[in-house]
């Protein structure tokens, strides 16, 4: 069974930083693309950035600019960079993966292994 576990969440002023990781194990092959997702209360799920085996990425348009979506392969940890963290960036942050392509951000349902979340506060 495929476990992802995500860390480094925490609360932050507007404007600060954070970096969550999410580290992968127990998987038979690495996987194709590996996502962040995020959901704030009484709100769905939206997707942030993915990153795919070739290193193409995709960010949601609310995050471009700010946030960057990397990965260690020598440490199977996914990474994801919060700049110029905002009060709307508040939520519970997931990170996915899916081993045969990289389904687009709006489509989560595509995505077979989810973490167990960390959460991201930002106070205005």
């Known amino acids: 069974e495929v476990q992802l576990v995500e860390s480094g969440g925490g609360s932050v002023q507007a404007g600060g930083s954070l970096r969550l990781s999410c580290i992968a194990s127990e998987y038979p092959y690495k996987p194709y693309c590996m996502a962040w997702f995020r959901q704030a209360p009484g709100k769905a799920r939206e997707g942030v950035g993915y990153i795919a085996t070739d290193g193409r990425t995709s960010y949601a348009d609310s995050v471009k600019g700010r946030f960057t979506v990397s990965k260690d392969i020598a440490k199977d940890t996914l990474y994801l960079q919060m700049n110029s963290l905002k009060p709307e960036d508040t939520a519970m942050y997931y990170c996915?993966?899916?081993?045969?392509?990289?389904?687009?951000?709006?489509?989560?349902?595509?995505?077979?292994?989810w973490g167990q979340g960390t959460q991201v506060t930002v106070s205005s």
């Open positions: 996915a993966a899916e081993f045969n392509w990289c389904p687009p951000l709006v489509d989560d349902h595509q995505y077979m292994y």
